[in-house]
């Protein structure tokens, strides 16, 4: 099992150096993603399931940090940059982002519903029903990939 994972990581690049990932969460992530219990890659590694539980947890939480991180960049980067306050109707969202972007000349891709469904989506628990229930800032890219990050 081992040796496969080696030539899985090897395989789709991964670089300890480069990652927010230690090649143990690395090793450990690409198992459990594979349906591998932590009870058996445990074994394999000649550790305890707590060790592994706790490998997977950080992993897990750098690669969420690293998520963060990019959509954090992306939106510093985006042109056209939304601020949807609590309380706006999911449905009155569309027609501010499709505003803001004729302002700036960019395109989105989007029809109304795909865009309310792209926004809620990845606002998660920001959005409940049809409300904005955190701020939201809806950041469109140049070339119109749609960005959404809960405001601070």
Known sequence: MMDATEELLEEIGFDPATSVLTYRQ???LALRERGI???????ELGTSRANVSS???????????????????????????????RGTDLYDVPELVYEACDEAGVKV????????KVVSDAAGA???GREVATPLIVGVTSEGMVRVRHQE
């Open 37 to 43: 219990s932590q009870a058996k890659i445990a074994e």
């Open 109 to 116: 891709d989007y029809t109304a519903p795909d865009l309310m």
């Open 26 to 28: 690395a090793q450990v």
């Open 55 to 85: 490998v997977e947890s950080s992993a897990r939480e750098n690669v969420e940090k690293a998520r963060e991180t990019v959509a954090f960049a992306e939106a510093l980067r985006a042109p056209v940059r939304v601020r949807v306050p």
């Open 126 to 128: 920001a959005v409940s």
